[in-house]
């Protein structure tokens, strides 16, 4: 068993546009209460009512999405020229559709993560690790975490933490089980930086090369609750 403490959680309002930190949040069957909570649907001929991502457009890194109130309100999406639209704003799809160059809709549903309602769950010794690695700054935003933990468990344990993994923190568990959980294998996202301005292709190389192409782990909340930033945490098998 190892043990440590949460230090950092991240909510990501609409899927592929920057996020926000909070303090605390609510986990439930939805994963992360509000993550992933919207989407923008590609409405291009040969993609239309796919999820846009920043697969194939990384200019959606350029918007972000908070909440201004509780998760069950619409969320706030900041521009890159500053402007904010309520994601109720009857001109939000068609300033997104100027901005980004891709004509879309919005969608309104809980459990849009890649791996359905899901938690991912990252470690800062192996966030620091890879960092050392690569001999230069590794932001954690990248990797687009939900809850990041400072644990005794050496630099990248998680990578081999399978069906069976329990994490506990406070009254809330979360277990990795379900379809598609355990070590997270990561795409492409990763090596743009968080603002989608510059790619950094080795830093996905170096992950396939030397960590199979993990970073993280998928979990699922099988006990609710509400998490705090610095609430003690344990992970057992």
Same mark, same amino acid.
């Given at each position: 068993?190892?043990?440590?403490?949460?230090?950092? %959680?991240?909510? /990501?309002?609409?899927?592929?546009?920057?996020?926000?930190?909070?303090?605390?949040?609510?986990?439930?069957?939805?994963?992360?209460?509000?993550?992933?909570?919207?989407?923008?649907?590609?409405?291009?001929?040969?993609?239309?009512?796919?999820? #846009?991502?920043?697969?194939?457009?990384?200019?959606?890194?350029?918007?972000?999405?908070?909440?201004? &109130? =509780?998760?069950? @309100?619409? =969320?706030?999406?900041?521009? =890159?020229?500053?402007?904010?639209?309520? /994601?109720?704003?009857?001109?939000? =799809?068609?300033?997104?559709?100027?901005?980004?160059? +891709?004509? %879309?809709?919005?969608?309104?549903?809980?459990?849009?993560?890649?791996?359905?309602?899901?938690? $991912?769950?990252?470690?800062?010794?192996?966030?620091?690790?890879? @960092?050392?690695?690569?001999?230069?700054?590794?932001? $954690?935003?990248?990797?687009?975490?939900? +809850?990041? $933990?400072?644990?005794?468990?050496?630099?990248?344990?998680?990578?081999? /933490?399978?069906?069976?993994?329990?994490?506990?923190?406070?009254?809330?568990? #979360?277990?990795?089980?379900?379809?598609?959980? &355990?070590?997270?294998?990561?795409?492409?996202?990763?090596?743009?930086?968080?603002?989608?301005?510059?790619?950094?292709?080795? %830093?996905?190389? /170096?992950?396939? @090369?030397?960590?199979?192409?993990?970073?993280? #782990?998928?979990?699922?909340?099988?006990?609710?609750?509400?998490?705090?930033?610095?609430?003690?945490?344990?992970?057992?098998?």
């Amino acid at each position: 068993m190892y043990s440590g403490s949460v230090v950092r %959680l991240d909510r /990501w309002p609409v899927k592929s546009l920057r996020g926000e930190r909070v303090d605390a949040a609510r986990f439930d069957e939805r994963g992360m209460a509000g993550d992933r909570a919207h989407a923008l649907v590609d409405l291009r001929e040969k993609r239309a009512g796919r999820v #846009l991502t920043v697969r194939q457009n990384q200019e959606l890194l350029s918007w972000r999405a908070t909440y201004p &109130g =509780p998760v069950e @309100e619409p =969320p706030v999406l900041h521009g =890159p020229d500053g402007a904010e639209w309520s /994601w109720s704003d009857p001109g939000l =799809p068609a300033a997104l559709t100027e901005s980004l160059g +891709v004509p %879309l809709e919005l969608r309104a549903a809980d459990g849009q993560q890649d791996r359905g309602p899901s938690v $991912l769950v990252t470690t800062e010794a192996s966030r620091a690790a890879l @960092e050392e690695e690569l001999g230069g700054p590794v932001e $954690l935003d990248r990797f687009r975490p939900n +809850v990041h $933990l400072a644990l005794d468990a050496p630099a990248f344990a998680e990578q081999d /933490w399978g069906e069976g993994t329990v994490l506990t923190i406070g009254d809330v568990v #979360l277990e990795a089980v379900g379809d598609r959980a &355990g070590p997270c294998i990561r795409c492409a996202v990763p090596s743009w930086d968080p603002e989608g301005r510059e790619r950094w292709p080795k %830093l996905q190389t /170096w992950l396939i @090369e030397q960590h199979d192409n993990k970073f993280g #782990l998928i979990m699922r909340a099988t006990r609710p609750g509400t998490v705090h930033v610095g609430d003690p945490a344990s992970v057992r098998f």
